[in-house]
């Protein structure tokens, strides 16, 4: 099991940025996958953007197509971080904000970090 605690929510107006960190409880080069997923109220879960370490295909990332060009996943060796930056935001990206990691079949998930895109 892997531990996860997401930090960087907020408030920020429309057009703003904003940083979210997640601390993951082991090295983050031996997890498979991580990913920032969020829910708006009244709304199902849904992926934001996703890191894969295939073994044979290498790495590969993703994003949903809301926020392609927006947003930048990213992961710190040093820190054991997985980082989600998020420029020129959006009210519809008003949301609770997921940290998740695969790793040996087991998935996790963080508390959720509240961001409010609103003026």
């Known amino acids: 099991q892997v531990e996860l605690v997401e930090s960087g929510g907020g408030l920020v107006q429309p057009g703003g940025s904003l940083r979210l960190s997640c601390v993951v409880s082991?090295?983050?080069?031996?997890?498979?996958?991580v990913a920032w997923y969020r829910q708006a109220p009244g709304n199902q879960r849904e992926l934001v953007a996703r890191?894969?370490?295939?073994?044979?295909?290498?790495?590969?990332?993703t994003y949903r197509d809301s926020v392609k060009g927006r947003f930048t996943i990213s992961t710190d060796a040093d820190k054991n971080t997985i980082d989600l930056q998020m420029n020129s935001l959006k009210a519809e990206d008003t949301a609770v904000y997921y940290c998740?990691?695969?790793?040996?079949?087991?998935?996790?998930w963080g508390q959720g970090t509240q961001v409010t895109v609103s003026s």
């Open positions: 082991r090295s983050i080069t031996d997890i498979y996958a």
């Open positions: 890191i894969i370490n295939g073994i044979s295909t290498g790495r590969s990332t």
């Open positions: 998740n990691a695969v790793h040996g079949g087991s998935v996790s």
